[in-house]
């Protein structure tokens, strides 16, 4: 089971590889939102890793920056990253 800290850094992660590929894509976060069906507002909190994603959410985030999701998960180590 996942300690409370590690929750935090894998939203973190996961925000941190949103606002990546977003801004790759020269993208604004209100358009990204819209393509995903979610408020700009909650966007950024996801990118803040304040809010942690679904598995259904990470699908509608790679498929509205047309990307792939690689996620990495080993042991306290995590690598998450949208790739075109």
Do not use: C, W
């Not at 801004?23 to 358009?31: N, V």
């Not at 990204?32 to 950024?44: E, N, P």
């Amino acid at each position: 089971m996942l300690k409370h800290r590690d929750v935090i850094r894998l939203a973190f992660a996961v925000g941190q590889a949103v606002y990546d590929r977003r801004t790759e894509l020269g993208i604004s976060q209100t358009e990204l939102a819209r393509r995903v069906g979610m408020t700009q507002a909650d966007l950024s909190r996801l990118e803040l890793g304040v809010i942690t994603p679904t598995v259904a959410m990470l699908a509608r985030l790679a498929r509205a920056m047309e990307s792939e999701l690689n996620l990495k998960l080993v042991g306290e180590t995590s690598v998450v990253a949208f790739r075109a």
